[in-house]
């Protein structure tokens, strides 16, 4: 199935570091959405962006829809130990993307682990 | 408000047996879809469901189906069970399609 381009795959985590991810497309996007993940859950939504250029937070976390709608990124800041987790980033592609019209693709996620 | 609630929350099966998973969406919500999750395929989409009318499907076999209920609540099934359709079956809701979508905490399927 088709998925976006979500970098990096993982990374390690210090206690008050800032944490970028983000997430490109080849086709444009609709919609743009964070999710966060704990193990043995399902996925819970942290941010929704909706027009390009948006820039939208949520406490310590950032979000912003591409100008191109082509691209997103999050940004975690002074991260804490309960932001480990797997992000994942997902979006509704404005046309058929890979026969996927309409349906909600997602990147292969982003594993926040603490450093050891 | 209530999230989205799936059952059962774990499952073990064997070859060849088929599956029933429950999803219950947030009241007043009316579109529903289903995705299947593995370490190798990440978050794949199975089908959605709105006004108990399939919209869209996923490129899955025709073993994996599923239904949608007048009180929107939905069901999916999955018959002649393989090894590989052991994964963590994720139910999201949303008011209507392409809204957003609010994930329930999933059924873990193992198939031995």
């Known amino acids: 199935g088709q998925q976006l381009n979500q970098s990096p795959q993982s990374m390690f985590i210090q206690e008050g570091e800032d944490v970028s991810m983000n997430c490109t497309s080849s086709s444009i996007f609709n919609t743009w959405l964070w999710y966060k993940q704990d193990p043995g859950e399902g996925p819970v939504l942290l941010i929704a962006l909706y027009k390009a250029g948006e820039l939208t937070s949520n406490g310590r976390l950032t979000a912003q829809f591409g100008i191109t709608r082509k691209d997103s990124f999050l940004n975690i800041s002074a991260s804490i130990p309960s932001d480990v987790g797997i992000y994942f980033c997902?979006?509704?592609?404005?046309?058929?993307?890979?026969?996927?019209?309409?349906?909600?693709?997602f990147g292969k996620g982003t594993k926040l682990s603490v450093k050891p | 408000k209530a999230g989205v609630t799936q059952t059962p929350r774990y499952l073990i099966k064997t070859r060849g047996q088929q599956v029933t998973l429950s999803c219950s969406p947030i009241?007043?919500?009316?579109?529903v879809s289903w995705y299947q999750q593995t370490p190798g395929q990440g978050l794949q989409f199975l089908f959605e469901y709105f006004s108990e009318t399939q919209r869209n499907k996923g490129n899955f076999p025709g073993r994996f189906s599923g239904r949608q209920f007048s009180n929107s609540r939905s069901e999916m099934n999955v018959s002649t069970l393989e090894l590989g359709d052991s994964a963590l079956y994720l139910c999201?809701?949303?008011?209507?399609?392409?809204?957003?979508?609010?994930f329930g905490p999933g059924t873990r399927l193992l198939v031995l």
């Open positions: 997902a979006g509704h592609p404005s046309m058929n993307y890979g026969g996927s019209q309409g349906n909600l693709i």
């Open positions: 009241s007043g919500h009316r579109s």
């Open positions: 999201a809701s949303s008011t209507g399609p392409k809204e957003t979508q609010y």
